[in-house]
């Protein structure tokens, strides 16, 4: 039997997760997306590239749980689903890692394409319409913006002035108007996104 030319295989295009599931990242099925699996990844992505302050990295699972937080405050009569959509907003991170804004913005729309196929399947697993209202869209990534600010600020060394400019000083949070976050270790971030996850199931 002939061997394949090298140059013909088809490169691996999925990742064994440690459920045992096998995604596929160019076709990825919601039957292949298990919510353990991602909050394990995002536990253990670095935010800023790991540019942060702190014994741990501040991971993309806090980011998460905390723009879910902000969204709520922003709207607290915001729906169960939409909190959920808040808080699987990153959820793609679990198996592409956090990208720099600056990098995704050089990679073009074939990334952004690729983040968003990812996206759409893990809003099919968990019972989240694809199509989310612009409003909705536009309050989390308000409440993204509002993270990044904090984030930005206390871990990640800018000054307000900097961080006001990029990403816009917070307003809408009550009387204080300010968050204190605390890098956790991936175990307790994992424990922290599951929680979050399973109030809001």
Known sequence: MAKTPKALKVPRAWQRMLSGRRLDLLDPS???IEIEDIAHG???VARWNGQTHGAHAYSVAEHCVLVESLAMQFDPNLDRVWRLAALLHDASEYVIGDMISPFKAALGLDYKEFEERLNRAVHMRFSIPV???????????????ASAFF???QL????????????GRPKGLGKTGFVDLRPLAPNDAYKLFMKRFEVLR
């Open 30 to 32: 919601p039957l292949d």
């Open 42 to 44: 995002l536990a253990r």
């Open 131 to 145: 199509e989310v209202p612009e409003k909705i869209e536009a309050l989390i990534k308000r409440a993204d913006k």
């Open 151 to 153: 984030e930005a600020t």
């Open 156 to 167: 990640a060394g800018f000054d307000h002035q900097e961080a006001s400019k990029i990403f």
